[in-house]
């Protein structure tokens, strides 16, 4: 069985700072690994995946995030928030081999002020 | 047009009644899920589903049953409702091939039992 941790669960910054997302994760199998986000009222949008390759992925808005298999991790960053990034954001799991099941952490909530 | 779409986006109901939330998705996607979010924004996978055939069930209360007609759409009923089943309940879509586990999600029905 899989499980994400998201060590944050609120994290508020300066508009135009940088910023990261904490995510642990814990597996006995090869894993994938998604970043989520979920503006308010809204269902989930992929904002990047690692699935194999370069340790460093990028993707949507800005976003990256870098696969530790040492240290099971998979933080998203961003050098530079805007207001708009305001969001919950998701960490998931999912087996390579098997169904296709995300396992999510628990969120975090990334609060930008100006 | 949405991509996933699901129906009622609001739900109110009163504890042992019986309701459905219906979801279709345009994507010619084989893989169809619902997950539900509870008030700590939680995402828990309840059900998959592919090709119409169940592959995923997890430790849900026998009173959900999810239906199948076709590829592209997976509703889900609700059995005497409880005040523990009040969240937010996703539905999504993927296809096996290609962008394996990417996701796409619908906007959510928020479900208040009281």
């Known amino acids: 069985a899989q499980s994400v941790t998201q060590l944050d669960s609120q994290v508020p910054v300066f508009e135009e700072a940088p910023v990261e997302l904490r995510c642990n994760y814990s597996s006995s199998v090869s894993v994938y690994l998604f970043w989520y986000v979920q503006y308010p009222n809204q269902g989930l949008q992929l904002l990047l995946k690692y699935l194999s390759g370069s340790t460093l992925v990028k993707g949507i808005n800005g976003f990256e995030a870098e696969f530790n298999k040492s240290q099971t991790s998979f933080h998203l960053r961003k050098p530079s928030v805007h207001i708009s990034d305001t969001a919950e954001y998701f960490c998931a799991v999912s087996e390579i081999q098997g169904a296709q099941k995300l396992v999510f952490g628990q969120g975090t909530r990334l609060t930008i002020n100006p | 047009d949405t991509a996933v779409s699901q129906t009622p986006k609001y739900l109110v109901t009163q504890m042992g009644n019986d309701k459905s939330i219906k979801c279709e998705q345009n994507?010619?996607?084989?893989?169809m899920y619902w997950y539900k979010q509870d008030s700590k924004k939680f995402l828990k996978i309840m059900f998959s589903?592919?090709?119409?055939?169940?592959?995923i069930n997890e430790t849900v209360p026998n009173r959900f049953s999810p239906k199948s007609p076709d590829k592209a759409h997976l509703n889900l009923h609700i059995n005497s409702l409880e005040l523990g089943d009040s969240a937010v309940y996703f539905c999504a879509s993927s296809q096996t091939q290609g962008a394996r586990v990417k996701l796409f999600f619908g906007s959510g029905t928020q479900l208040s039992v009281l």
């Open positions: 994507l010619g996607h084989d893989t």
């Open positions: 589903y592919n090709n119409k055939e169940l592959i």
